[in-house]
DNA sequence: TAAACATATGAATAATTGTTCATATGTTTA
DNA sequence: TAAACATATGAACAATTATTCATATGTTTA
């Protein structure tokens, strides 16, 4: 005895097969999709988005960005890693300093069809 | 006696005070930044980006999309919610049915940007 | 009007995640 | 080589969030 109850109602009846089955064929694979989420996902913190702003204007070390926001280094170290990590900063050292720059070209579209979206 | 512990050491040596200075005047107001983070972190979800990938291909009722993706009706019910809270999403109403589909123009954009950078 | 059904929603739970604290790593300079 | 310093990182904690379950809402039809 298999339980269904599980199974919602409208499974068997109210769905649109035709529809379904024609949507399912052309969704990417589920490793892009989960991939693209992950990606996006770092864009969803607001200290990561003042980090990229503020890398629009120029090359930072991480002092430089932790007094920027008013944060302290450690925290800011650990979003560089998320951004680094993405491959969305790159990094140059010099001596002790280590100076921060954006990776990616993509960025800017991105923020500027979320801010006209926001903005709309 | 204040207690300074707290900031980091380079705040006082290292900081390029005019690379601060200038990135400080040229970044967009806080509000605008978190609600572009709150924006973005929508996209930061599995869930959410198959559901918008669904609904790029047709308008779909919420029986059809927890179909499609394998899950049950109230999960579904709840990411629409969300996406229609940031208007990513419309909908009709057909009977007891609602067809959910598209409300924005630049999804598309994001969504191949993002494309273009993990397939990098 | 009552039953059937598609969808919405509140509460609870489990999992994820951002920040802090403490400390480690790696570079410079005295 | 030791001290000073900029940065990185592990562990812990607090806060956020996606899903599930139970149930409510709103529409149709018998």
Do not use: W
């Not at 003042?50 to 979003?79: G, P, R, T, W």
């Not at 951004?83 to 990094?91: A, E, F, M, P, S």
Request: glycine share 2%; proline share 1%.
């Amino acid at each position: 005895m298999e339980n269904n109850n599980i199974i919602d109602r409208c499974e068997e009846t109210c769905v649109h097969n035709n529809i379904v089955e024609k949507v399912d064929n052309n969704m990417p694979e589920d490793t892009i999709l989960y991939d693209l989420a992950d990606f996006f996902k770092v864009f969803g913190d607001c200290t990561r988005i003042k980090v990229l702003y503020a890398l629009f204007e120029s090359e930072m070390c991480v002092c430089d960005i932790a007094q920027l926001l008013n944060m302290n280094q450690s925290a800011i170290s650990h979003q560089l890693r998320v951004l680094k990590q993405n491959r969305l900063v790159k990094y140059r050292r010099e001596g002790k300093t280590v100076f921060y720059s954006l990776a990616d070209s993509h960025i800017k579209t991105i923020f500027n069809q979320g801010l006209e979206h926001i903005l709309e």
